[in-house]
């Protein structure tokens, strides 16, 4: 294999964790139901809400990552950093201002495109994560 560079989501392997932990800490979203089941709530609203969202015809693959997040859920925890991608898209889902779909929908267009791995569905869904903090 040859040399990682920045724009390979395994360059940051192992190097999110203390990210991962203070942006935890920030999280406001135990209100005394399982956040595991919030997970399958939500993506079953963002999986119908997709076609609402402005301009969703330029993110076609963002249903097709929906449905990896919620059937292929092993892949759900990079383990890399300790990051477990449901809690993150609970946080989203909870968070995320109508105005940002887009983005969040083209966050979900990288998982599949380049990123269907535990890390690169951590990586992308911290990114979302980081620009509502």
């Not at 942006?23 to 399982?34: E, N, P």
């Not at 595991?36 to 993110?59: C, D, G, M, Q």
């Not at 569905?121 to 979302?128: E, P, S, T, Y």
Request: with cysteine; aromatic share 12%; hydrophobic share 40%.
């Amino acid at each position: 294999m040859g040399t990682l560079t920045k724009l390979d989501t395994h360059y940051y392997d192992g190097m999110l964790k203390d990210v991962f932990a203070q942006v935890s800490k920030a999280f406001h979203m135990w209100d005394g139901r399982d956040p595991k089941e919030k997970f399958l709530t939500y993506i079953w609203a963002v999986r119908r809400l997709i076609p609402y969202v402005p301009n969703s015809s330029k993110y076609p693959r963002a249903r097709e990552a929906v449905d990896l997040l919620e059937f292929d859920r092993k892949a759900n925890f990079d383990s890399t950093d300790n990051i477990d991608s449901e809690l993150l898209f609970v946080y989203i889902f909870e968070n995320l201002p109508v105005d940002d779909m887009g983005f969040f929908l083209e966050q979900l267009e990288d998982i599949v495109v380049s990123g269907p791995c535990p890390q690169g569905r951590a990586k992308r869904l911290l990114q979302v994560v980081n620009s509502l903090l």
